[in-house]
């Protein structure tokens, strides 16, 4: 069983920069790829950054590119996403997922996800 907890979130103008932490709790954390997902009011749940349960390899949605880094530290069950040159539309509620996937196709584990919000 992995718990996950958001932070970091918040109002900020546009161009501005925000690090989002996901830390865990749970032993099997560090085997885990970690994943970053957003939800914007009327939209559907979009993928924004994963990582490799090493933190080798990381990859990220077409908007993402560039402007935000997904990283992590093991020792602190800890994930990031260092979210920079922000925009209006990256206003959402981020979400951070591991673990396997269940019968939905889904992640087994989610936190409660870390509102944020961009001004123009």
């Known amino acids: 069983q992995v718990q996950l907890v958001e932070s970091g979130g918040g109002l900020v103008q546009a161009g501005g920069s925000l690090r989002l932490s996901c830390a865990a709790s749970g032993r099997t954390f560090s085997s885990y790829d970690v994943n970053w997902f957003r939800q914007a009011p009327g939209k559907e749940r979009e993928f924004v950054a994963h990582?490799?349960?090493?933190?080798?390899?990381?990859s990220y949605a077409d908007f993402a590119k560039g402007r935000f880094t997904i990283s992590r530290d093991n020792a602190k069950s800890t994930v990031y996403l260092q979210m920079n040159s922000l925009k209006p539309d990256d206003t959402a509620l981020y979400y951070c997922?591991?673990?396997?996937?269940?019968?939905?196709?889904?992640?087994?584990?989610w936190g409660q996800g870390t509102q944020v919000t961009v001004s123009s």
């Open positions: 990582i490799t349960w090493s933190g080798f390899i990381s």
């Open positions: 997922a591991t673990g396997p996937r269940v019968s939905t196709g889904d992640y087994a584990y």
